[in-house]
């Protein structure tokens, strides 16, 4: 995972890993700005709060960690029964939110310690993609469902959503304006839909994207990760055929494309003033165990 700190003009660029490390650096100048290392791989991380200086991470260790890069100081905020698979920070209620493979949400409060889960609610399906808005939580699980919460009433979903996706979800966004969100999956296709169903039901449709096409066919490569400019409001998607486009969601265009990295991307992140793109490249493992040795991971910026 890469992400950027929520900050409009910092620089600072949070970085898990499958190396049990989380990483710290400014992109401004490429430097490493400091290090968190766990004892298994780690699956998501956030900054808490906005000045960029303690991060949340969770991963196959299933606990839940905040770092003081500053400090040097270690919390365990919080654990699942299984992997933490995706962790958000939701600024407006300052809650840590956790999705995991034991098909469970869980909201974390880090100011109390020991911290307890302020809530606990059965997803019924394995979380893979995580997002949070003002007042929502949305969770793509394995069921090929949205599930939708209300951050104010975590006990019961306020709605299980099929989705314009056929098959498996790996990544899913809200939009800027709060009211639709982005999700993508293994098929080489994105959907946009919509928070409120009546809206959802007479504006949502989905698109094909990351395919390639070659003398033997069409390939059709997974969605990966997504990001919206947070100007702009477009929105890039990367995929396993290792390309990065960004689309304007309103005219249902393609804006531009990058050229093809030599292995899967496998995630992206806007700056907070939308003046970078960090772009995540490892291989996924789309293709089999026996290509790993050929590939490398690493991670990239391009300034807009």
């Not at 009211?179 to 296709?189: D, H, M």
């Amino acid at each position: 995972r890469v992400r950027f700190a929520p900050l409009k003009g910092s620089s600072l660029l949070l970085v898990s890993s499958w190396d049990s490390h989380v990483r710290l650096y400014d992109a401004a100048s490429g430097m490493l700005a400091g290090m968190h290392r766990q004892g298994l791989a780690v699956l998501d991380c956030a900054f808490l709060g906005e000045d960029g200086s303690r991060s949340l991470s969770g991963g196959l260790d299933r606990r839940l960690f905040c770092f003081d890069f500053q400090r040097q100081h270690e919390t365990i905020i919080g654990q699942h029964d299984e992997a933490i698979r995706c962790v958000e920070y939701h600024n407006p209620s300052q809650q840590v939110f956790t999705a995991s493979w034991d098909r469970t949400l869980r909201g974390w409060d880090p100011r109390r310690q020991p911290a307890t889960p302020s809530a606990a609610v059965r997803i019924g399906a394995k979380a893979f993609a995580m997002d949070v808005c003002n007042d929502k939580v949305l969770i793509g699980g394995s069921d090929r469902h949205v599930h939708i919460f209300d951050v104010r009433r975590l006990n019961s979903p306020l709605e299980r959503r099929d989705t314009s996706l056929r098959h498996q979800i790996r990544v899913l966004k809200v939009g800027m304006d709060q009211r639709s969100y982005t999700s993508g999956s293994v098929e080489g296709r994105c959907a946009i839909e919509y928070i409120d169903p009546e809206e959802n039901a007479r504006s949502k449709y989905a698109f094909k994207c990351h395919r390639t096409k070659d003398s033997n066919g069409e390939t059709v490569h997974p969605v990966n990760a997504l990001s919206y400019h947070p100007v702009h409001g477009t929105f890039a998607t990367a995929g396993s055929d290792g390309g990065v486009c960004v689309w304007d969601g309103y005219a249902k265009k393609r804006l531009w494309r990058l050229n093809p990295f030599d292995t899967s991307v496998s995630s992206l992140c806007f700056s907070a003033d939308g003046t970078r793109l960090a772009i995540g490249v490892s291989y996924t493992y789309d293709q089999g165990e026996d290509r790993k040795s050929t590939r490398l991971n690493s991670s990239h910026q391009y300034d807009l």
